[in-house]
């Protein structure tokens, strides 16, 4: 059920953007669920759960 439908949102969503760029995206899955999502979807090529927090903290070390 959501597990599907989630792989088929991202499979669905990288085709537009394909479609619309004219070349194939790189397609990261991030969060929580992130490698649980990329088992059962062959187009995501890489899985970094925690890319919210290395942002915050990139952003705290560039700050003033």
Known sequence: GLLRGAAGLVLEYA???E???GQRPVVV???GDA???ARV???IER???DLT???LGLALREAP
Request: glycine share 10%; net charge positive; charged share 20%.
């Open 47 to 49: 899985v970094e759960p």
């Open 53 to 55: 927090l290395l942002g």
């Open 19 to 21: 479609a619309l760029l």
């Open 15 to 17: 085709a537009r953007v």
């Open 41 to 43: 979807c062959p187009r």
């Open 29 to 31: 899955a991030t969060g």
């Open 35 to 37: 490698r649980t999502v």
